[in-house]
């Protein structure tokens, strides 16, 4: 299960970081962070409140940039 | 401009003006008579306290985050580099300097923002084809009302007018009106082409003359303009290695480069120490400063994913949409191209193109087969019919007769008609005239006579041939045509576009096969791309390195296997991608070549004390917004 989520970002390395972030996240199996559409695509793991683990992916973002936003 | 970059520019302003007044003032009070007899260097307070001001005001934020960064463990980003040197300046009395390096990246930081901002908003008006409401048309008791509603909420098969001015918001068969419609922001053709009743419409064209009546034949979701929209806004997701190698570049590169820069600062002195000289620190210590401002990632972090970003916009305005930055990269790299012939390289629609008479004149043979055939719906009679292109009296024919595989025998105006293949003719016992043609030939026999026959052959596209010349001049190795039909016709069809190799006979999944052969003559690093009109092609789109369907508007199948679809059937689009492609490479190629070469050599330069704070300043800001103006040219693709 795939989603696509529109995000706001400053700069091209800050999504990079955003995108390690969210690649980290627990119930996420990949992500890919697009700067230039400013839009994240998050690939959910099995069975997985997609909702529960974007709210950790917004908080695990703003740990490495904290004036990004991810629009869920 | 939005806000926060208005907020970043005026901060910049302020910053400027009080470089510029600490500058002034330290000189003017300086030269004042009194200077002289004051136990207390004025010029140097005004002048540091006017820095420090000037450069709370301008890297309040960077520090902010470089220390957030540093409490998190996250220490090695371009944050923490601007921190770092511009604090290490400062604290060497370089103010002027610390002020500047941060006055710079700030500038180039708000320039970046800017140009990608603008980028964006240039590609969403490219693709400003959403239309934003429909008509719907609805009837009760024969009056027609038309209400004002969301394209979502049209079902499929209602009627929706389109007044002139405004997008046709659905696909659909039109029923009623006659208009042109401007098809460039799908197509990027600029010929409005011409519309009447019965003939089918696509969204996100423009009505331009007159109010069109349109039945839709599908919900807003699969509409032609819903999939372009989507097609558009998925594809940079998709990373050309070129762009993963950036982020994986940059991911080792600031950690790198600061350890080089501490080396900098502590082995030289330690060995001048040691060999008994005097150590140096603080010259060594600049150096180190001035590596870091050097060292900033920022112009090949942001130029290469705008670069691919601008390409792809470019190329979807000229009518190339391209599935993600990856195939941008693929397409530059193609040096064979596999051509489908039927619907690509040909129409795919058959026409009468030649009438060889017998008996009786070429009208009177024409006539009687369009008559005779008028009931068939096989594709051959249909193209009859039309080279026929006059009213067809019925009351003329009956007794109307039609064999699969072998044609139709009929009455017209009392005499016995018979048109098919020569399969036909014998069976009647009639002798034929043979054909050297390629192609279908009907053959017509009046009251058991020979008449003579009609040609019938799929005609080449207009384009086919100037687009598989302009292959071989922009350097595509080997051109193939692969087609289903028998060798005759493929080998006039390829010999007329002097394509030097085909196969004949084809079926679907022996053009898989073939394909398959093909990549694996193909030499290291080149790539195959196979062009097909995306009716059964899916297959073979997939398996070829780079899939390009053809006029594929509306052909979802194909729109879903294909890597690139051209929105237009015209053949010379092939060539337009591939250009695209190769332009956009070689700027992406130039942008990261200019980039790491200006920052290594300024590296080295100031390694070795050859550079100062003020060509680091250059190699950063200067290296960034050269690389993003460049990044900017792919947008153009003509």
Same mark, same amino acid.
């Given at each position: 299960?795939a989603?696509?989520?529109?995000?706001?970002?400053d700069?091209? %390395?800050?999504?990079?970081?955003?995108e390690?972030?969210?690649? @980290?996240?627990a119930?996420?199996?990949?992500?890919?962070?697009?700067?230039?559409?400013l839009?994240?695509?998050?690939?959910?793991?099995?069975?997985?409140?997609?909702?529960?683990?974007? !709210?950790?992916?917004?908080?695990?973002?703003?740990?490495?940039?904290?004036?990004?936003?991810?629009?869920? | 401009?939005?806000? !926060?970059?208005?907020?970043?520019?005026?901060r910049?302003?302020?910053?400027?003006v009080l470089?510029?007044?600490?500058?002034?003032?330290?000189?003017?009070?300086?030269?004042?008579?009194?200077y002289?007899?004051?136990?207390?260097?004025?010029?140097?307070?005004?002048?540091?306290?006017?820095?420090?001001?000037?450069?709370?005001?301008?890297g309040?934020?960077?520090? !902010?985050?470089?220390?957030?960064?540093?409490i998190?463990?996250?220490?090695?980003?371009?944050?923490?580099?601007?921190?770092?040197?511009?604090?290490?300046?400062?604290?060497?009395?370089?103010?002027?300097e610390?002020?500047?390096?941060?006055?710079?990246?700030?500038?180039?930081?708000?320039?970046?923002?800017? @140009?990608?901002?603008?980028?964006?908003?240039?590609i969403?008006?490219?693709?400003d084809?959403? =239309?934003?409401?429909?008509?719907?048309?609805?009837?009760?008791?024969?009056?027609?009302?038309?209400?004002?509603?969301s394209?979502?909420?049209?079902?499929?098969?209602?009627?929706?007018?389109?007044? =002139?001015?405004?997008?046709?918001?659905?696909?659909?068969?039109?029923?009623?009106?006659?208009?042109?419609?401007?098809?460039?922001?799908?197509t990027?053709?600029?010929v409005?082409?011409?519309?009447?009743?019965?003939?089918?419409?696509?969204?996100?064209?423009?009505?331009?003359?007159?109010?069109?009546?349109?039945?839709?034949?599908?919900?807003?979701?699969?509409?032609t303009?819903?999939k372009i929209?989507?097609?558009?806004?998925n594809?940079?997701?998709?990373?050309s290695?070129s762009?993963?190698?950036?982020?994986k570049f940059?991911r080792?590169?600031? =950690?790198?480069?600061?350890?080089?820069?501490?080396?900098i600062?502590?082995?030289?002195?330690?060995?001048?120490?040691?060999?008994?000289?005097?150590?140096?620190?603080? $010259?060594?210590?600049?150096?180190?400063? $001035?590596?870091?401002?050097?060292?900033?990632?920022?112009?090949?972090?942001?130029?290469?994913?705008?670069?691919?970003?601008?390409?792809?916009?470019?190329?979807?305005?000229?009518?190339?949409?391209?599935?993600?930055?990856n195939y941008?990269?693929?397409?530059?790299?193609?040096? $064979?191209?596999?051509?489908?012939?039927?619907?690509?390289?040909?129409?795919?629609?058959?026409?009468?193109?030649?009438?060889?008479?017998?008996?009786?004149?070429?009208?009177?043979?024409?006539?009687?087969?369009?008559?005779?055939?008028?009931?068939?719906?096989? =594709?051959?009679?249909r193209?009859i019919?039309?080279?026929?292109?006059?009213?067809?009296?019925?009351s003329?024919?009956?007794?109307?007769?039609?064999?699969?595989?072998?044609?139709?025998?009929?009455?017209?105006?009392?005499?016995?008609?018979?048109?098919? %293949?020569?399969?036909?003719?014998?069976d009647?016992g009639?002798?034929? $005239?043979?054909?050297?043609?390629?192609?279908?030939?009907?053959?017509?026999?009046?009251?058991?006579?020979?008449?003579?026959?009609?040609?019938?052959?799929?005609?080449?596209?207009?384009?086919?041939?100037?687009?598989?010349?302009?292959?071989?001049?922009?350097?595509?190795?080997?051109?193939?045509?692969?087609?289903?039909?028998?060798?005759?016709?493929?080998?006039?069809?390829?010999?007329?576009?002097?394509?030097?190799?085909?196969?004949?006979?084809?079926?679907?999944?022996?053009?898989?096969?073939?394909?398959?052969?093909?990549?694996?003559?193909r030499?290291?690093?080149?790539?195959?791309?196979?062009?097909?009109?995306g009716i059964?092609?899916?297959?073979?789109?997939?398996?070829?390195?780079?899939?390009i369907?053809?006029?594929?508007?509306?052909?979802?199948a194909?729109?879903?296997?294909?890597?690139?679809?051209?929105?237009?059937?015209?053949?010379?689009?092939?060539v337009?991608?591939?250009?695209?492609?190769?332009?956009?490479?070689?700027?992406?190629?130039?942008?990261?070549?200019?980039?790491i070469?200006? !920052?290594i050599?300024?590296?080295?330069?100031?390694a070795?004390?050859?550079?100062?704070?003020?060509?680091?300043?250059?190699?950063?800001?200067?290296?960034?917004?050269?690389?993003?103006? %460049?990044?900017?040219?792919?947008?153009?693709?003509?």
């Amino acid at each position: 299960m795939a989603k696509t989520y529109g995000i706001e970002v400053d700069c091209a %390395n800050c999504a990079n970081k955003m995108e390690q972030a969210a690649k @980290a996240t627990a119930g996420v199996a990949d992500c890919n962070v697009n700067f230039m559409a400013l839009k994240m695509n998050v690939v959910f793991e099995e069975g997985v409140d997609e909702l529960e683990v974007m !709210k950790e992916v917004r908080s695990n973002c703003r740990k490495v940039e904290d004036d990004c936003e991810v629009y869920i | 401009m939005n806000k !926060k970059q208005k907020k970043v520019l005026i901060r910049i302003i302020i910053s400027a003006v009080l470089m510029i007044l600490a500058a002034i003032l330290s000189a003017v009070v300086k030269n004042m008579s009194w200077y002289e007899m004051q136990a207390v260097p004025w010029d140097e307070v005004i002048s540091l306290t006017l820095y420090l001001i000037s450069y709370i005001v301008i890297g309040y934020d960077i520090l !902010k985050k470089a220390f957030k960064g540093i409490i998190r463990g996250q220490v090695m980003d371009e944050n923490f580099l601007m921190a770092v040197a511009t604090v290490g300046a400062m604290a060497l009395s370089e103010y002027r300097e610390g002020v500047a390096v941060m006055l710079f990246y700030q500038i180039g930081e708000l320039f970046q923002s800017y @140009a990608v901002g603008k980028s964006r908003r240039n590609i969403a008006a490219l693709m400003d084809i959403r =239309p934003d409401s429909a008509n719907l048309v609805t009837e009760e008791d024969g009056r027609e009302t038309i209400s004002r509603v969301s394209p979502d909420e049209v079902a499929i098969g209602s009627i929706i007018t389109v007044m =002139p001015g405004e997008k046709i918001p659905l696909d659909g068969i039109i029923v009623r009106g006659d208009s042109s419609v401007d098809t460039s922001a799908l197509t990027g053709e600029s010929v409005p082409r011409s519309v009447h009743p019965d003939d089918e419409v696509i969204s996100g064209c423009i009505n331009l003359s007159g109010a069109l009546y349109i039945r839709t034949t599908k919900a807003f979701g699969e509409s032609t303009v819903s999939k372009i929209l989507e097609l558009v806004e998925n594809a940079s997701s998709r990373k050309s290695r070129s762009e993963n190698f950036i982020s994986k570049f940059a991911r080792y590169y600031t =950690p790198a480069v600061c350890i080089l820069a501490l080396a900098i600062a502590i082995i030289p002195p330690v060995i001048n120490l040691i060999a008994g000289r005097e150590a140096g620190f603080l $010259t060594f210590i600049y150096r180190a400063l $001035t590596f870091l401002v050097i060292s900033c990632p920022c112009a090949l972090v942001i130029s290469i994913p705008l670069g691919f970003f601008a390409g792809i916009g470019g190329a979807s305005r000229a009518g190339v949409l391209v599935k993600g930055s990856n195939y941008i990269e693929a397409l530059s790299k193609v040096d $064979t191209v596999i051509f489908d012939k039927t619907g690509t390289l040909t129409k795919g629609v058959f026409e009468v193109v030649s009438i060889h008479k017998d008996r009786i004149d070429d009208a009177g043979l024409l006539e009687y087969a369009a008559h005779a055939e008028d009931m068939s719906t096989h =594709p051959i009679s249909r193209s009859i019919v039309a080279a026929y292109g006059k009213e067809i009296d019925r009351s003329r024919i009956s007794d109307v007769n039609e064999t699969a595989g072998r044609g139709v025998s009929a009455v017209v105006s009392a005499k016995k008609v018979l048109v098919g %293949n020569e399969k036909l003719m014998n069976d009647h016992g009639i002798s034929v $005239t043979e054909c050297h043609d390629a192609g279908t030939i009907v053959h017509i026999a009046v009251d058991g006579e020979y008449a003579g026959h009609i040609h019938i052959s799929d005609v080449i596209k207009d384009n086919s041939k100037e687009a598989v010349s302009s292959l071989h001049n922009i350097g595509i190795k080997k051109i193939v045509m692969l087609t289903g039909d028998a060798e005759e016709v493929a080998q006039q069809v390829a010999s007329s576009l002097s394509i030097k190799e085909f196969h004949a006979h084809l079926l679907p999944q022996d053009k898989v096969g073939r394909v398959e052969d093909i990549l694996k003559d193909r030499p290291e690093n080149r790539l195959v791309a196979f062009v097909g009109d995306g009716i059964n092609d899916a297959p073979v789109l997939t398996r070829a390195d780079v899939g390009i369907a053809m006029g594929a508007l509306g052909s979802d199948a194909a729109i879903e296997a294909a890597d690139v679809v051209l929105m237009d059937d015209d053949p010379m689009g092939i060539v337009r991608a591939i250009k695209i492609g190769r332009k956009c490479m070689r700027i992406v190629y130039e942008n990261i070549y200019f980039a790491i070469g200006i !920052k290594i050599l300024c590296l080295v330069l100031s390694a070795f004390g050859l550079a100062n704070m003020w060509l680091a300043i250059f190699a950063d800001v200067g290296v960034m917004v050269l690389a993003v103006l %460049n990044a900017i040219r792919t947008l153009k693709t003509n």
